[in-house]
């Protein structure tokens, strides 16, 4: 009698947890969904805003290759959020033996913004 109670017990506890997962499951599912980038937005961008003059997709130039700045984010889940404190604040980076301010992304588009970086993140 015992043991047919601890089933019954088990079988509704495994209903009840079964009945609460899809809803977390889909909110897990949704948090690591496959972001869509427009690519040709993306470079538009990037070459209005003359980042092209100091980096390349895949080679260096006076700034790394976005394939290297790729690499250097790819698991780190605060990568985006660099970049973008990157592209918005002007600090100093070093080209050569020089040391000079970033250039400040002009455009105010923060969709714009957030694509070219996951863009870049995605070489």
Known sequence: MLAMMLKIFGLLMLA???AVLP???QTAAADKAPVAIDGEAALALARRENCLKCHAIDKNKDGPAYKKVAAKY???PEGEAKLLKHVKSGRMVK???DEEEHRIIK???EAA???L???I???
Request: charged content about 20%; hydrophobic content about 35%.
């Open 95 to 97: 080209i050569g033996d």
């Open 16 to 18: 009840a947890t079964t």
């Open 121 to 123: 993140l995605s070489q």
């Open 107 to 109: 455009t105010t588009d």
């Open 74 to 76: 790819k698991n780190d």
């Open 113 to 115: 913004i957030k694509n």
């Open 117 to 119: 970086l996951q863009w």
């Open 23 to 25: 809803a977390s499951a």
